[in-house]
């Protein structure tokens, strides 16, 4: 089986995450400057599947919104969760369907690929890792007697089924269930396991993700040599005209001249997002938003960024940070560069940490040392592990 037959993935990212603490569910949180279901999306794009449906919580719908991928809102329980998103393929159903755990960010192809091998013969296949610790039970927080570990497992996703199978056994199946191999066994289906990772674990509690964190450092020093880093730049002018505001980085200045442009002529978001698309070799603004398409006269330019950073993502590459260079004599950026810093990053949905927002003069030289305009300057990193 490959990546060009007809696979879907579910992606549960529903629920809460209660025990994780904090405000914020742990698949929104970021791990190592990128949100956790970014890197699990990122992770199956790797292994070349691309459908992929998500579900979320009613909450989150706005978070999803620009990622460009269909979605459904999930349930009470998990099981409940999973059988609206298979409801939602079998519209369109699928040969096979792989149900992963949205909060198992670090799952690589090593994984992935024994359980859709797995499928040439089996109709249903998951990965888990043997016991190998002793295994107690307890009362009252005493031991109070010992299990037998042969045969036990401890299990991991993506679980793999047929399509037809486990949509017919969640049909079945009243109740919950821990996983989806319950659900199928419940349905008298056969599961082949086969082989997990110890670093393909979900994040429950906060020392998950510092585990996660040294799990990428690891990466990044075990792999050097096979990383793949991009980097991309942009620069972009844009002239003086009549009027009372220019719009820099996603923040609105009072100044005595607007700038000139199709859209709302932000030349420090302009060669942000150029410096995006050209490490990717996907060219310029121009090319994926053309300006002799009238939809996009007077577009505001978050628009064009956010889809440079999704299109990264979606190429499976991490955006590392970028630096944004402004050229003119006025308005003064300095007071406003720190404003200008926290749009970018919510935009691309980076910390901001990893964005720098800075400006120059050109000594009273040139064209925007005369004040006839503004130019800019960016710089973008990408990193694919």
């Known amino acids: 089986m490959n990546a060009a037959q007809d696979i879907a993935v579910i992606l549960v990212a529903a629920g809460r995450g209660t025990r994780m603490g904090g405000d914020l569910a742990k698949q929104w949180q970021k791990l190592g400057g990128t949100v956790v279901i970014h890197r699990t999306i990122a992770a199956f794009r790797q292994a070349g599947l691309t459908r992929i449906v998500l579900v979320i919580h009613p909450d989150d719908e706005a978070r999803v919104a620009d990622l460009g991928l269909p979605y459904v809102f999930g349930g009470q329980s998990r099981t409940q969760s999973v059988r609206a998103a298979l409801e939602f393929l079998a519209l369109d159903a699928p040969e096979h369907v792989l149900i992963h755990d949205a909060a198992r960010p670090l799952v690589t192809e090593t994984v992935i690929n024994p359980v859709l091998e797995a499928l040439k013969t089996h109709s249903a296949a998951a990965p888990a890792l043997p016991i190998t610790d002793a295994l107690w039970r307890a009362k009252d927080g005493a031991v109070i007697g010992t299990q037998d570990r042969d045969g036990v497992f401890r299990a991991q996703t993506p679980q793999g089924f047929r399509f037809s199978t486990i949509l017919s056994a969640h049909r079945a199946f009243n109740g919950d269930a821990a996983d989806d191999v ?31 964190e040294e799990i990428l450092s690891k990466r990044q020093t075990t792999k050097g040599q096979t990383m793949d880093i991009r980097l991309g730049n942009g620069f972009d002018v844009h002239a003086f005209t009549e009027g009372d505001h220019v719009w820099l980085c996603g923040v609105k200045l009072a100044h005595s001249k607007a700038l000139l442009g199709h859209s709302d002529a932000d030349v420090g978001m302009h060669a942000l997002t150029d410096a995006i698309y050209g490490a990717m070799a996907e060219g310029d603004v121009g090319r994926h938003f053309p300006p002799s398409d009238p939809q996009w006269k007077g577009a505001e330019s978050h628009i064009f960024l956010r889809h440079a950073a999704n299109l990264a993502r979606q190429k499976g590459f991490t955006l590392s940070n970028v630096d944004v ?27 901001e940490d990893r964005v720098s927002v800075k400006a120059t003069t050109s000594e009273q030289l040139g064209f925007t040392g005369r004040e006839e305009g503004i130019a800019a300057i960016a710089t973008a990193t990408l990193v694919k592990l």
């Open 182 to 212: 319950e659900i199928a066994r419940a349905a008298g289906e056969v599961v082949w396991i086969t082989p997990g990772s110890e670093e393909n674990l979900k994040l429950t509690y906060p020392i998950d993700f510092k585990r996660s």
């Open 325 to 351: 260079t402004l050229i003119c004599e006025r308005p003064k950026i300095g007071p406003h560069a720190r404003a200008m810093q926290a749009t970018l990053a919510q935009i691309m949905d980076l910390g």
